[in-house]
């Protein structure tokens, strides 16, 4: 993960709010707290970073449920 790109930024606020919540994270909360930890982010960046998550991390990432994300470590 590149924190020098915009969603390697995002990834790294991703991963921040799941390890702050072990019982998960739902999609519109989690869309809404990047949103708020950083304005100039665009929503449609943000929305493909979450929409690609499972796909991207998936030795880090599972969803136990529809629209919830949680960390595998949590499992």
Not at 22 to 32: F, N, V
Not at 39 to 44: A, G, L, T
Request: aromatic residues 12%; proline residues 5%; contains cysteine.
């Amino acid at each position: 993960m590149d924190k020098s790109t915009i969603t390697g930024r995002i990834y790294a606020i991703i991963f921040e709010l799941l390890e702050k919540q072990p019982e998960g994270i739902r999609w519109t909360e989690l869309l809404s707290k990047i949103k708020e930890s950083d304005k100039s982010f665009h929503p449609k960046t943000v929305n493909g970073c979450v929409w690609k998550l499972i796909e991207k991390f998936p030795d880090k990432v599972y969803k136990p449920s529809k629209g919830l994300f949680r960390l595998l470590k949590y499992k």
